[in-house]
């Protein structure tokens, strides 16, 4: 069956660094990649989404990669800032022939980034 | 209006109490979504609606009821629930039900069975 690793539960960075945080994915090759950002206690908040045809996407100080040879996408953060803290989750379609958004969401990432 | 609403925030039932959740999206979005999430645990779907119709039910057990009154509103019935079922309860909503969809989130139903 289908498998979302995140790579780690928790990463703690410095402030102004750039977080870098990884989803890899087994068993399967999915269409397109979303990634979310979760606050405690407050629902997913949509980032970003990804193609598997597309190498990279940016959204102000956030980036994203694809790589399906790897079967892995990275979510970048650049310039961090303790507003960044949170858990951050990737996303793909449950099947990759999923019409019915049925997603498929990882463990989550913590991150706290600290002054 | 941009936003899912969801109420209550809080619910504290007992195993024998019928309870519902409610979820309100004013987006135009005619695909609905309930997910369950357990602390530390990422968000599990439950059900599907599509055109206010029914489309994927994750083999939730029975005690659990949805309900798409219209293309805005999503309920969730409660009855006779089990203390594993406390949890986080979202609603999300998107466009339509289709491939690349983003979901969008409302704040959720803190749910405490005891």
């Known amino acids: 069956s289908q498998k979302i690793e995140q790579n780690s539960e928790a990463l703690n960075i410095q402030e102004g660094k750039t977080a870098t945080l990884t989803c890899n994915y087994t068993?399967?090759?999915?269409?397109?990649l979303q990634w979310y950002r979760q606050d405690p206690g407050r629902g997913p908040v949509f980032l970003l989404l990804?193609?598997?045809?597309?190498k990279e996407k940016r959204k102000e100080r956030l980036k994203v990669t694809f790589d399906t040879t790897l079967k892995q996408s990275l979510f970048h953060i650049t310039a961090s800032q303790p507003a960044d803290s949170a858990t951050y989750l990737c996303?793909?379609?449950?099947?990759?022939?999923?019409?019915?958004?049925?997603?498929?969401f990882g463990r989550g990432t913590q991150l706290t980034v600290w002054p | 209006d941009t936003e899912v609403t969801q109420t209550p925030k809080h619910l504290v039932m007992g195993m024998t109490n019928k309870k519902s959740l409610k979820c309100e999206q004013h987006m135009g979005h005619r695909a609905m979504y309930w997910y369950k999430q357990k602390a530390k645990k990422p968000p599990e779907l439950m059900f599907v609606y599509s055109y206010e119709k029914l489309s994927i039910n994750e083999s939730v057990p029975s005690r659990f009821s949805p309900e798409c009154p219209n293309s805005s509103l999503l309920n969730l019935h409660l009855h006779a629930l089990q203390p594993e079922d406390s949890a986080l309860y979202l609603c999300?909503?998107?466009?339509?039900?289709?491939?690349?969809?983003?979901?969008?989130f409302g704040p959720g139903t803190r749910l405490t069975v005891l």
């Open positions: 990804i193609r598997e045809n597309e």
């Open positions: 999300a909503s998107s466009p339509s039900s289709g491939t690349e969809k983003a979901q969008y």
């Open positions: 996303a793909p379609p449950a099947d990759r022939g999923s019409t019915l958004g049925r997603l498929y």
């Open positions: 068993n399967y090759s999915p269409a397109y």
